[in-house]
Every structure is written in C-alpha cells, then in structure tokens.
T-cell receptor, first 109, second 117 residues
Framework: KNEVEQSPQNLTAQEGEFITINCSYS?????LHWLQQHPGGGIVSLFMLSSGKKKHGRLIATINIQEKHSSLHITASHPRDSAVYICAVLRGNTDKLIFGTGTRLQVFP | KAGVTQTPRYLIKTRGQQVTLSCSPI?????VSWYQQTPGQGLQFLFE???????NKGNFPGRFSGRQFSNSRSEMNVSTLELGDSALYLC????????????????FGEGSRLTVL
C-alpha cells in the first residue's frame, strides 16, 4: 500500500464547478505540500501545510493531522486549472518527500 | 528574480553512457533537491543538498550521485545508464532555515528529460 494515497485519480469538471481532491497518508509527517504540474512537466508549489487551513485566490488547502488527511479545493474552476495535482508529505524526522500518484484534473468550458 | 534553471532540457543517451545534469537554484536558496519522475513510478526523491553537504538520499542505486558547489549550484550524475533511467529529472530549491516547517516552500525547475536508447 502506498504511504500517500490520492483520490480521485482522474477528475473532469465543467467550468465554474467546485473541485475537491483528497490526500491520505499513513506516516508521521512534519509538513504536506500540494503541487501543480502542467503538461510539459513544470511543477509549481501551491501550498505547504503543517496544520489548519490556507487560502490563495480560488484555492483552499486543509489538513487534519489526527486523521492524516488533507484536501485541496478549487472554487469556481476554470479551464486553466487543468493540470495534475500532486500531494507530497515530508516524512517526520527524515526531511524526505514522499509523493502521491497525482490527480489529473480537466476542466471544460 | 530568476527561477530555478535546469540544463540541458532534453537529452538522448545510449545504454552504458553516463550523464550529468545541472541545476541553478534561486539566488539565496541554499537547499537543492532532486527528483525522478517516470510514468510507472511517479515522482521519487533522489537526494537533497544543503551548503555543499548531502543531507538526505532516496532509495536509488549508487549509479546516481550528486554534488553541490559553493554557489549552491548542483549537479547530478547517472553512470552506466539503463533503459529504466529514462525519466524527467526535476530539481527544486528552497530557503531552508534548519527545519522544513519554517521556510520549506519548494521552487521547481522545468526539468531535464532524459531518454536512454
């Protein structure tokens, strides 16, 4: 079983829909990253969380340390949000990142 | 402010050869980490350098090595290339103050896409 699991693997949405991507992990962590990867490979860091909730524009990320779960929400989705979203956890006391397999999001106009 | 620069962007090698990839971090960033991305295994951590010292290493064979220079630029080397080494190799830099929880946001380069024939 992977130490970091994401769901769903693939997601399609109509423009304007509210999107939720989930990440569950089974190891102790010191932080969790949400990353966005567009076709061509470039990765952008969206959030780094160790507790609570963060918001940036239409993106919201939450983490529940006790339940070992994080969610990434996109409000009012737009075709330019189409990308692969990757959850990565920083394993506690090792500073090694462990990646989820990613969620491929396609938003249609 | 210039981003993370990786060179070369694309390269083709044959089995048995060796390859060196370069990563120039954002100015002022002292931590550089390397990752391998393949369709089968996804993203995997290779190693991380801070102030010219390797702090962490992932589960890769000894054919994969790296180093960091005094100006924080980093190189990774893969010797005796195998077909399975074909991948996108990404590096990321961060301001690392001693604990990741403080200033651990990662800034990624565009990657070096290696094809081994």
């Amino acid at each position: 079983k992977n130490e970091v699991e994401q769901s769903p693997q693939n997601l399609t949405a109509q423009e304007g829909e509210f999107i939720t991507i989930n990440c569950s992990y089974s190891v102790g962590i010191s932080a969790l990253h949400w990353l966005q990867q567009h076709p061509g490979g470039g990765i952008v860091s969206l959030f780094m969380l160790s507790s609570g909730k963060k918001k940036h524009g239409r993106l919201i990320a939450t983490i529940n340390i006790q339940e070992k779960h994080s969610s990434l929400h996109i409000t009012a989705s737009h075709p330019r949000d189409s990308a692969v979203y990757i959850c990565a956890v920083l394993r506690g006391n090792t500073d090694k990142l462990i990646f989820g397999t990613g969620t491929r999001l396609q938003v249609f106009p | 402010k210039a981003g993370v620069t990786q060179t070369p962007r694309y390269l083709i090698k044959t089995r048995g050869q060796q390859v060196t990839l370069s990563c120039s971090p954002i100015s002022g960033h002292r931590s550089v980490s390397w990752y391998q991305q393949t369709p089968g295994q996804g993203l995997q951590f290779l190693f991380e350098y801070f102030s010219e010292t390797q702090r962490n290493k992932g589960n890769f064979p000894g054919r994969f090595s790296g180093r960091q220079f005094s100006n924080s630029r980093s190189e990774m080397n893969v010797s005796t290339l195998e077909l399975g080494d074909s991948a996108l190799y990404l590096c990321a830099s961060s301001l690392w103050s001693g604990t990741y929880a403080n200033t651990g946001e990662l800034f990624f380069g565009e990657g070096s896409r290696l094809t081994v024939l």
